[in-house]
């Protein structure tokens, strides 16, 4: 009787001395799982914050990381989980106390180092030029290049440059939209390359050089924000605007889209790394499958549609931009940028301009009014603080087939950026804003 006891003894001590074996090994496979799955739903929360309205005017960012992201990081997240119970074998289970914690944590932080290599290195062959970001929803990716388009080191789709003027040098920088950073051109012909060109050809003792800051889908309250974080270090003498994105309708205003200062910077670590952004974009689009996501959706669409930036907001954005200029003793040109409407012969177009607008002669609730009051309202704001305004709108439509100047809805012709490059020129030339002698600032 009693070496039976002993014999069970024996046992029940060999299970659980087993047990105490094998529940480390399970502790440490199962702990870089559950940092995956609280990173998860991290990713989730801000990817609701604000939901879902980063969808609409959002959308370039959408494109990254693309969806075969998801598929590099599940094989390289299996691959780094080989790698966990081997080091727990191996290694770990010849330590204890204090050594075996640290060697925890540095493999649960190779576990996750290996995941985000491996998807850096397969995004780097990513077709989408842009790339999240926390304050400007997103931007352009620094030295992405695919055919045709070149992004610079700087996130810049021009030739590089140093960010300190030349002496003498004349500096002029463009912010807008999809129209003024080129869809769909070449570079080189653009109006923003082909200024360049005209300008130095005009001026042959100066060093003339005309910088695209553009970002497709941008408002100018983005480009706001844009030129504070990014683009007043260029320090220009001349700043373009050319934008037709602000009086788009959308679910909400740019304005609200952008998280709060006081969580900017722990935003900002995490859109650095690109698990982070995979991760967002699978949970938005994962709620977005939902019943309940494509019901927020459509209520937000049908019930808050409103302007990407309010009258206000447009009115302040151009006049601190023009106001920053002439601190620094610079202009700035505003640009009302053409459209086309499809359908109408020239004499019919020449109905629609901006003189037209003025005389109160239209429907302002229309489409084409809307644009009109847009256009009147850059005009008006251009006046009362003393920028240059050039009418690009109402000329297309008096002197040209404005609807072949266009390859689509709104992106013009490479014959469409040099007229526009041309009417710049000339704007810059008549308002004497370049002189042949050195002035520096």
Known sequence: MDSEKTVNSSKNENKNNRGKRILPVIIQIALPVLYLVLFYFTAGYIAGYPFPQVVEAGHHHLQYPPESAKY?????????????????????????????????????????????????????????????????????????????????????????????KEPGEYRILLIGDSSAFGAGIDDGFRFSDILENKLRAEYPQRKIRVINGAVEGYSIYLARKLYELKLRKYNPDCLIISFNNDPNADIMQDRDRLPPEWIVPFYTVLYKSDLFLLLKKLTLNRFLETEQGRQVWERNRNHKMESRVSDDDISSCYAWFINEMKRNGGQTIIIAMPLPEKGMGRDELTKFTLEAGEKNTLDTKSSMGKEITYRLLLKKTAKENEGLFLDIYSQWRKEKDNNSLFIDHVHPVKEGHAMIAEELNKLIIDNRLITNQKNDR
């Open 72 to 164: 590099a990081a599940l094989y390289s997240a299996l691959l780094m989980l080989g790698f966990v119970i081997l080091v727990q074998f191996v290694v770990i289970k010849n330590f204890t106390g204090f050594k075996k914690g640290l060697l925890i944590f540095l493999t649960v932080l190779i576990f996750f180092a290996g995941i985000e290599y491996t998807l850096k290195l397969h995004l780097s062959r990513s077709v989408s030029r842009y790339r999240p970001h926390p304050q400007l929803l997103w931007e352009l990716r620094p030295g992405k290049q695919m055919p045709g388009t070149v992004i610079n080191s700087q996130g810049l789709r021009c030739a590089e440059f140093p960010v300190e």
